[in-house]
């Protein structure tokens, strides 16, 4: 079964400076998708961005960049111009192309922006 | 706008209770999904649709059930098997299974036991 693991519960930012937000997962599989999740207080979840394995280039989403290291089946998001709107809750979700579109989450990282 | 809308936004159970949440898209999708979210942890699949009439299991539908009868509505039953359901319940659906795009979900729902 894929697992996906995110092992900073919490991380902090002054605003207008880069984070880096870290997410490794486990597959047997070589191809799937990515993606990284925010959810505000509101507890919507909004989609951030997205990786399909198959593309070597990381995806990039204005302020919202990746780093896939797929051999190392490493998935980071880096949030560059730290925004107050930008504190949320980040998942990293794994879903595999033959699955049924079933999405793995892993636990979240809660991220803090300091004025 | 199109979007998926829950309901209610905060629902209470008694003991021995069933309850229903409520789902529902107007985005035309294909798949439907329910997920529960508890403190600390990420989301984890319960039930999901790829189809009208046909769903399958995810990772915890013990005590929860579902039906498929109209492609916009997704409601799943929390039955009083469902031993701790206090939790936040999230909706999705994504466009047809399978595919590369995202799944888009509702605001929640809140159960909580009285």
């Known amino acids: 079964a894929q697992t996906v693991t995110q092992s900073q519960p919490e991380m902090s930012v002054q605003e207008a400076e880069t984070v880096t937000l870290s997410c490794t997962y486990d597959t047997s599989e070589s191809d799937y998708y990515l993606f990284w999740y925010k959810q505000p207080p509101s507890r919507q979840m909004i989609l951030v961005i997205r990786q399909e394995a198959y593309k070597q280039q990381n995806a990039t989403e204005n302020r919202f960049s990746v780093n896939f290291q797929k051999a190392a089946k490493s998935f980071s998001l880096k949030i560059s111009d730290s925004q107050l709107g930008d504190a949320a809750m980040y998942f990293c979700?794994?879903?595999?192309?033959?699955?049924?579109?079933?999405?793995?989450f892993g636990t979240g990282t809660r991220l803090a922006v300091r004025p | 706008d199109g979007g998926i809308t829950q309901s209610p936004k905060y629902l209470f159970r008694k003991e021995g209770q069933n309850v229903t949440l409520s789902c529902e898209q107007n985005?035309?999708?294909?798949?439907m999904y329910w997920y529960r979210q508890d403190p600390g942890q990420g989301l984890r699949l319960i039930y999901y649709?790829?189809?009208?009439?046909?769903?399958q299991k995810g990772d915890i539908a013990e005590g929860y059930s579902v039906s498929r009868e109209k492609k916009e509505s997704f409601p799943l039953t929390v039955t009083s098997a469902q031993k701790n359901p206090t939790a936040f319940y999230l909706c999705?659906?994504?466009?047809?299974?399978?595919?590369?795009?995202?799944?888009?979900f509702g605001d929640g729902t809140r159960l909580s036991i009285l």
């Open positions: 979700a794994y879903r595999q192309k033959s699955s049924g579109d079933k999405l793995t």
């Open positions: 649709s790829q189809i009208v009439n046909d769903f």
């Open positions: 985005l035309n999708h294909d798949a």
């Open positions: 999705a659906s994504s466009a047809t299974p399978n595919s590369n795009q995202p799944q888009h």
